[in-house]
Protein backbone atom coordinates (compact mmCIF):
# COMPACT_ATOMS: atom_id res chain seq x y z
CA UNK A 1 0.00 0.00 0.00
CA UNK A 2 1.39 3.36 -1.20
CA UNK A 3 1.77 5.73 2.07
CA UNK A 4 1.38 9.36 1.73
CA UNK A 5 2.80 11.61 4.76
CA UNK A 6 1.00 14.75 4.55
CA UNK A 7 2.23 15.45 8.28
CA UNK A 8 5.24 17.55 8.22
CA UNK A 9 4.65 20.03 11.01
CA UNK A 10 4.95 17.00 13.34
CA UNK A 11 8.46 16.14 12.07
CA UNK A 12 9.91 15.72 8.95
CA UNK A 13 12.27 12.78 7.09
CA UNK A 14 15.68 13.26 7.20
CA UNK A 15 17.54 14.60 4.27
CA UNK A 16 20.18 12.18 2.31
CA UNK A 17 22.71 14.90 2.33
CA UNK A 18 21.44 15.29 6.15
CA UNK A 19 22.77 11.82 7.07
CA UNK A 20 25.74 11.88 4.78
CA UNK A 21 27.00 14.60 7.13
CA UNK A 22 26.07 12.88 10.15
CA UNK A 23 27.38 9.70 9.20
CA UNK A 24 31.38 10.14 9.97
CA UNK A 25 30.56 11.43 13.50
CA UNK A 26 28.21 8.04 14.24
CA UNK A 27 31.41 5.95 13.00
CA UNK A 28 34.92 7.08 13.07
CA UNK A 29 35.19 10.52 14.34
CA UNK A 30 33.46 9.41 17.65
CA UNK A 31 35.71 11.09 20.28
CA UNK A 32 34.13 12.37 23.24
CA UNK A 33 34.39 16.61 22.66
CA UNK A 34 35.86 17.39 25.93
CA UNK A 35 38.54 15.58 25.74
CA UNK A 36 42.07 17.40 24.71
CA UNK A 37 43.64 14.45 22.48
CA UNK A 38 42.76 14.76 18.36
CA UNK A 39 39.69 12.34 18.69
CA UNK A 40 38.12 15.42 21.11
CA UNK A 41 39.61 18.11 18.75
CA UNK A 42 38.25 17.05 15.67
CA UNK A 43 34.62 16.85 17.41
CA UNK A 44 34.43 20.13 18.94
CA UNK A 45 35.79 21.89 15.73
CA UNK A 46 32.61 20.20 14.17
CA UNK A 47 30.41 21.51 17.15
CA UNK A 48 31.90 25.02 16.86
CA UNK A 49 31.89 25.07 13.36
CA UNK A 50 28.19 23.83 13.47
CA UNK A 51 27.19 26.60 15.80
CA UNK A 52 29.01 29.45 13.25
CA UNK A 53 27.08 28.26 10.82
CA UNK A 54 24.00 28.44 12.25
CA UNK A 55 24.55 31.93 13.75
CA UNK A 56 25.36 33.24 10.72
CA UNK A 57 22.01 32.20 9.18
CA UNK A 58 20.25 33.25 11.81
CA UNK A 59 21.81 36.74 12.26
CA UNK A 60 23.14 36.01 15.61
CA UNK A 61 26.73 35.62 17.57
CA UNK A 62 27.95 32.38 17.91
CA UNK A 63 28.16 32.68 21.46
CA UNK A 64 24.35 33.33 21.61
CA UNK A 65 23.42 29.82 20.05
CA UNK A 66 23.15 26.66 22.38
CA UNK A 67 22.51 23.40 21.02
CA UNK A 68 19.69 21.74 23.19
CA UNK A 69 17.54 18.57 22.78
CA UNK A 70 15.16 20.55 20.64
CA UNK A 71 11.85 23.02 21.06
CA UNK A 72 10.59 21.64 24.15
CA UNK A 73 14.02 21.95 25.98
CA UNK A 74 14.36 25.35 24.33
CA UNK A 75 10.84 26.62 25.36
CA UNK A 76 11.25 25.52 29.06
CA UNK A 77 14.96 26.74 29.70
CA UNK A 78 13.66 30.41 28.52
CA UNK A 79 10.72 31.12 30.22
CA UNK A 80 12.47 29.57 33.48
CA UNK A 81 15.12 31.57 33.29
CA UNK A 82 13.34 34.61 32.46
CA UNK A 83 11.08 34.09 35.94
CA UNK A 84 14.40 32.72 37.55
CA UNK A 85 17.03 34.77 36.45
CA UNK A 86 15.49 37.80 35.02
CA UNK A 87 13.18 39.15 37.76
CA UNK A 88 10.26 38.90 36.08
CA UNK A 89 6.72 37.88 37.95
CA UNK A 90 4.23 38.30 35.30
CA UNK A 91 3.80 36.40 32.27
CA UNK A 92 2.01 37.31 28.78
CA UNK A 93 1.16 34.37 26.39
CA UNK A 94 -1.88 33.15 24.26
CA UNK A 95 -4.38 30.30 24.58
CA UNK A 96 -3.22 28.52 21.56
CA UNK A 97 0.58 28.26 22.04
CA UNK A 98 2.42 24.80 21.93
CA UNK A 99 2.15 22.92 25.18
CA UNK A 100 5.79 23.01 25.65
CA UNK A 101 4.49 26.67 26.73
CA UNK A 102 1.68 26.66 27.93
CA UNK A 103 2.18 24.12 30.51
CA UNK A 104 5.24 25.75 31.41
CA UNK A 105 3.72 28.73 32.65
CA UNK A 106 0.70 27.38 33.89
CA UNK A 107 3.08 25.51 36.46
CA UNK A 108 4.76 29.11 37.48
CA UNK A 109 1.53 30.31 37.91
CA UNK A 110 0.51 27.29 39.47
CA UNK A 111 3.58 26.94 42.27
CA UNK A 112 3.09 31.42 42.56
CA UNK A 113 6.54 31.84 40.58
CA UNK A 114 4.89 34.56 38.53
CA UNK A 115 1.42 35.95 37.56
CA UNK A 116 0.00 34.75 34.15
CA UNK A 117 -2.02 36.80 31.61
CA UNK A 118 -3.28 35.46 27.96
CA UNK A 119 -3.67 38.37 25.37
CA UNK A 120 -6.78 37.83 23.44
CA UNK A 121 -7.09 36.29 19.83
CA UNK A 122 -8.83 38.44 16.41
CA UNK A 123 -11.31 36.19 15.20
CA UNK A 124 -8.88 34.65 12.74
CA UNK A 125 -6.78 33.50 15.62
CA UNK A 126 -3.87 36.33 15.38
CA UNK A 127 -2.86 37.85 18.36
CA UNK A 128 -4.81 40.91 19.13
CA UNK A 129 -1.68 43.16 19.35
CA UNK A 130 -3.99 46.11 20.55
CA UNK A 131 -4.54 43.96 24.01
CA UNK A 132 -1.09 42.87 24.04
CA UNK A 133 -0.20 46.79 24.26
CA UNK A 134 -2.82 47.12 26.95
CA UNK A 135 -1.79 44.36 28.85
CA UNK A 136 1.61 46.01 28.90
CA UNK A 137 0.71 48.95 29.21
CA UNK A 138 -1.22 48.38 32.81
CA UNK A 139 1.32 47.03 34.77
CA UNK A 140 5.25 48.41 36.00
CA UNK A 141 5.83 44.35 36.62
CA UNK A 142 8.84 42.84 35.02
CA UNK A 143 7.00 40.81 32.42
CA UNK A 144 8.31 37.23 29.56
CA UNK A 145 6.18 37.71 26.78
CA UNK A 146 5.86 34.29 25.41
CA UNK A 147 4.51 33.65 21.75
CA UNK A 148 4.58 31.47 18.80
CA UNK A 149 6.09 32.80 15.51
CA UNK A 150 3.90 29.84 13.57
CA UNK A 151 1.09 27.91 15.33
CA UNK A 152 1.41 24.62 14.66
CA UNK A 153 -1.76 23.80 14.69
CA UNK A 154 -3.04 26.11 11.96
CA UNK A 155 0.13 28.48 11.01
CA UNK A 156 -1.09 31.70 11.73
CA UNK A 157 2.05 33.57 11.88
CA UNK A 158 2.79 36.43 14.30
CA UNK A 159 4.15 39.98 13.78
CA UNK A 160 7.83 39.42 14.95
CA UNK A 161 9.02 43.05 15.27
CA UNK A 162 5.41 44.32 16.01
CA UNK A 163 5.98 42.45 19.32
CA UNK A 164 9.43 43.04 19.29
CA UNK A 165 8.62 46.92 19.57
CA UNK A 166 6.01 46.77 22.47
CA UNK A 167 8.50 44.36 24.46
CA UNK A 168 10.96 47.49 23.67
CA UNK A 169 8.67 50.28 24.61
CA UNK A 170 7.81 48.43 27.81
CA UNK A 171 11.09 46.51 28.33
CA UNK A 172 9.68 43.35 28.55
CA UNK A 173 11.61 40.07 28.11
CA UNK A 174 10.32 38.73 24.85
CA UNK A 175 10.71 35.10 24.32
CA UNK A 176 9.58 33.13 20.42
CA UNK A 177 9.00 30.10 20.00
CA UNK A 178 10.31 29.45 16.51
CA UNK A 179 9.84 25.76 16.10
CA UNK A 180 7.84 26.22 13.14
CA UNK A 181 9.69 28.65 11.01
CA UNK A 182 13.39 28.36 11.69
CA UNK A 183 14.70 26.24 8.60
CA UNK A 184 11.68 27.41 6.68
CA UNK A 185 12.26 30.92 6.48
CA UNK A 186 14.80 33.66 6.67
CA UNK A 187 15.67 34.97 9.90
CA UNK A 188 17.54 37.70 10.95
CA UNK A 189 17.52 37.66 15.06
CA UNK A 190 19.73 40.53 15.33
CA UNK A 191 16.72 42.73 13.89
CA UNK A 192 14.33 41.79 16.02
CA UNK A 193 13.90 43.07 19.63
CA UNK A 194 13.81 39.31 21.07
CA UNK A 195 15.69 37.57 23.80
CA UNK A 196 14.97 34.05 23.39
CA UNK A 197 13.98 31.74 20.49
CA UNK A 198 13.86 28.10 20.43
CA UNK A 199 13.70 25.83 17.03
CA UNK A 200 14.24 21.96 16.70
CA UNK A 201 16.00 20.37 13.79
CA UNK A 202 13.56 17.59 12.78
CA UNK A 203 11.24 20.26 11.25
CA UNK A 204 13.56 21.09 8.21
CA UNK A 205 14.28 16.98 7.54
CA UNK A 206 17.15 17.74 10.66
CA UNK A 207 17.82 14.51 13.01
CA UNK A 208 15.28 14.54 16.03
CA UNK A 209 16.57 15.17 19.50
CA UNK A 210 18.71 18.49 18.35
CA UNK A 211 17.76 21.80 18.71
CA UNK A 212 19.08 25.59 19.96
CA UNK A 213 18.05 28.52 22.17
CA UNK A 214 18.73 31.78 21.18
CA UNK A 215 20.09 33.83 24.07
CA UNK A 216 20.66 37.59 23.69
CA UNK A 217 24.23 38.38 24.83
CA UNK A 218 22.82 41.06 26.64
CA UNK A 219 21.34 39.20 29.15
CA UNK A 220 23.00 36.73 31.16
CA UNK A 221 21.37 33.24 32.79
CA UNK A 222 22.33 30.59 34.93
CA UNK A 223 23.00 27.10 33.51
CA UNK A 224 20.24 24.99 31.67
CA UNK A 225 22.12 21.96 33.65
CA UNK A 226 24.27 21.21 35.69
CA UNK A 227 27.46 19.07 36.07
CA UNK A 228 29.62 20.21 33.11
CA UNK A 229 31.55 22.82 31.45
CA UNK A 230 30.03 22.04 28.16
CA UNK A 231 27.70 24.57 25.82
CA UNK A 232 30.20 26.84 27.53
CA UNK A 233 29.12 26.07 31.13
CA UNK A 234 24.98 26.84 29.77
CA UNK A 235 24.55 23.25 29.43
CA UNK A 236 26.41 20.31 31.22
CA UNK A 237 26.24 16.56 29.36
CA UNK A 238 28.41 15.28 26.49
CA UNK A 239 26.87 16.45 23.58
CA UNK A 240 24.85 15.22 20.38
CA UNK A 241 27.59 15.56 18.30
CA UNK A 242 26.20 14.17 15.07
CA UNK A 243 22.47 15.40 15.95
CA UNK A 244 24.27 19.04 15.90
CA UNK A 245 26.31 18.42 12.70
CA UNK A 246 22.84 17.20 11.24
CA UNK A 247 21.12 20.33 12.99
CA UNK A 248 23.53 22.67 11.40
CA UNK A 249 23.72 20.74 7.96
CA UNK A 250 19.91 20.60 7.65
CA UNK A 251 19.55 24.29 8.33
CA UNK A 252 22.32 25.66 5.57
CA UNK A 253 19.87 23.12 2.89
CA UNK A 254 17.02 24.92 4.04
CA UNK A 255 18.14 28.10 3.44
CA UNK A 256 19.98 27.87 0.40
CA UNK A 257 16.52 25.95 -1.15
CA UNK A 258 14.04 28.71 0.52
CA UNK A 259 12.96 30.58 -2.59
CA UNK A 260 12.29 27.53 -4.54
CA UNK A 261 10.91 25.17 -2.16
CA UNK A 262 8.65 27.92 -0.41
CA UNK A 263 7.31 28.13 -3.68
CA UNK A 264 6.38 25.32 -4.39
CA UNK A 265 5.27 24.35 -0.85
CA UNK A 266 2.73 27.42 -1.31
CA UNK A 267 1.30 26.01 -4.56
CA UNK A 268 0.47 22.68 -2.96
CA UNK A 269 -1.18 24.08 -0.26
CA UNK A 270 -3.12 26.64 -2.48
CA UNK A 271 -3.86 23.64 -4.63
CA UNK A 272 -5.04 21.37 -1.85
CA UNK A 273 -7.50 24.44 -0.74
CA UNK A 274 -9.31 24.55 -3.93
CA UNK A 275 -9.57 20.72 -4.63
CA UNK A 276 -10.93 20.77 -1.45
CA UNK A 277 -13.47 24.07 -2.12
CA UNK A 278 -14.37 21.94 -5.13
CA UNK A 279 -15.03 18.99 -3.85
CA UNK A 280 -16.85 20.13 -0.37
CA UNK A 281 -19.27 22.78 0.40
CA UNK A 282 -18.94 22.89 4.01
CA UNK A 283 -15.74 23.50 5.14
CA UNK A 284 -13.77 25.88 7.49
CA UNK A 285 -10.18 27.24 6.45
CA UNK A 286 -9.31 27.21 10.14
CA UNK A 287 -6.98 30.39 11.03
CA UNK A 288 -5.75 32.64 8.36
CA UNK A 289 -4.96 29.96 5.88
CA UNK A 290 -4.81 32.20 2.92
CA UNK A 291 -3.23 35.38 4.70
CA UNK A 292 -0.45 35.44 7.52
CA UNK A 293 0.48 31.76 7.37
CA UNK A 294 2.43 29.46 7.03
CA UNK A 295 3.01 28.07 4.02
CA UNK A 296 3.40 24.49 5.22
CA UNK A 297 0.46 24.05 7.14
CA UNK A 298 -3.15 24.19 6.32
CA UNK A 299 -5.68 23.24 8.78
CA UNK A 300 -9.62 21.93 7.58
CA UNK A 301 -12.34 22.09 9.34
CA UNK A 302 -15.19 19.41 8.62
CA UNK A 303 -18.61 18.98 10.40
CA UNK A 304 -19.42 16.94 12.81
CA UNK A 305 -21.12 13.28 10.95
CA UNK A 306 -21.30 9.90 12.40
CA UNK A 307 -19.07 9.12 9.08
CA UNK A 308 -16.28 12.14 9.60
CA UNK A 309 -16.00 11.26 13.54
CA UNK A 310 -13.33 8.47 12.06
CA UNK A 311 -12.13 10.08 9.70
CA UNK A 312 -8.14 10.46 10.81
CA UNK A 313 -8.54 6.81 11.57
CA UNK A 314 -9.96 5.81 8.41
CA UNK A 315 -7.15 7.53 6.09
CA UNK A 316 -4.75 6.14 8.74
CA UNK A 317 -5.98 2.77 7.55
CA UNK A 318 -5.84 3.91 3.88
CA UNK A 319 -1.98 4.99 4.45
CA UNK A 320 -2.54 9.02 5.02
CA UNK A 321 -0.92 9.90 7.35
CA UNK A 322 -2.23 13.25 8.49
CA UNK A 323 -3.15 15.49 11.82
CA UNK A 324 -6.10 16.22 14.07
CA UNK A 325 -3.73 18.73 15.95
CA UNK A 326 -0.33 18.51 17.79
CA UNK A 327 1.57 15.61 17.56
CA UNK A 328 2.86 15.64 20.64
CA UNK A 329 -1.00 15.82 21.97
CA UNK A 330 -2.42 12.95 19.54
CA UNK A 331 -2.78 10.26 21.97
CA UNK A 332 -5.30 12.97 23.89
CA UNK A 333 -8.95 12.06 23.28
CA UNK A 334 -10.01 15.84 23.37
CA UNK A 335 -10.47 18.55 21.41
CA UNK A 336 -7.14 20.42 20.33
CA UNK A 337 -7.00 23.46 22.57
CA UNK A 338 -6.11 25.65 19.78
CA UNK A 339 -9.62 24.41 18.07
CA UNK A 340 -11.41 25.21 21.38
CA UNK A 341 -9.90 28.82 21.47
CA UNK A 342 -10.78 29.34 17.95
CA UNK A 343 -14.48 28.29 18.25
CA UNK A 344 -15.31 28.11 21.93
CA UNK A 345 -19.13 27.63 21.29
CA UNK A 346 -19.08 25.02 18.84
CA UNK A 347 -15.42 23.55 18.66
CA UNK A 348 -17.42 20.07 19.26
CA UNK A 349 -18.98 19.92 16.19
CA UNK A 350 -16.00 20.38 14.48
CA UNK A 351 -13.37 17.63 13.12
CA UNK A 352 -10.73 19.31 12.42
CA UNK A 353 -7.44 17.85 9.96
CA UNK A 354 -3.93 19.45 9.60
CA UNK A 355 -2.56 18.56 6.23
CA UNK A 356 1.24 19.79 6.54
CA UNK A 357 3.59 20.12 3.35
CA UNK A 358 7.21 19.45 2.33
CA UNK A 359 9.40 19.83 -0.58
CA UNK A 360 9.06 15.84 -0.88
CA UNK A 361 5.08 16.03 -1.56
CA UNK A 362 2.93 15.84 -5.07
CA UNK A 363 -0.23 17.24 -6.21
CA UNK A 364 -0.70 13.38 -7.56
CA UNK A 365 -0.59 12.76 -3.66
CA UNK A 366 -3.24 15.87 -2.97
CA UNK A 367 -5.29 14.63 -5.46
CA UNK A 368 -5.37 11.06 -4.00
CA UNK A 369 -6.55 12.48 -0.27
CA UNK A 370 -8.93 14.39 -1.48
CA UNK A 371 -10.27 11.53 -3.49
CA UNK A 372 -10.52 8.97 -0.27
CA UNK A 373 -12.14 11.82 1.83
CA UNK A 374 -14.79 12.29 -0.41
CA UNK A 375 -15.47 8.73 0.50
CA UNK A 376 -15.33 9.22 3.83
CA UNK A 377 -16.47 12.52 4.82
Given at each position: ???????????????????????????E???????????????????????????????????????????????????????????????????????????????????????????????????????????????S??????????????????????????????????????????G????N???????????A???????????????????????????????????????????I???????????????????Y????????????????S????????E???????????????????????????????????????????????????????????????????????????????????????
Open positions: MQRIYFDNAATTALDAQVLDAMMPYMTKFGNPSSIYSYGRETKMAIENARKSVAKIVHANPGEIFFTSGGTESSNTAIHAAVRDLGCTRIISSSIEHHATLHTVEYLHKTKQAKLEYVNLTTNGHIDLQHLDALLAHSEKTLVTLMHANNEIGNLLDLNAVGELCRKYNAIFHCDMVQTIHYPILHDIYIHFASSGHKFHGPKGVGILYVNEEIKIQPMLNGGSQERNMRAGTENLYGVGYAKALEIATEGYEQDSQIQGLKNYMIEKLRTTFDILLNGDAGNSLYTVLNIGFPLTDKSDMVLFNLDMAGICVSGGSACSSGANSISHVIQALYPQNAASIVPIRFSFSKQNTKEEIDIVVDKLKIMI
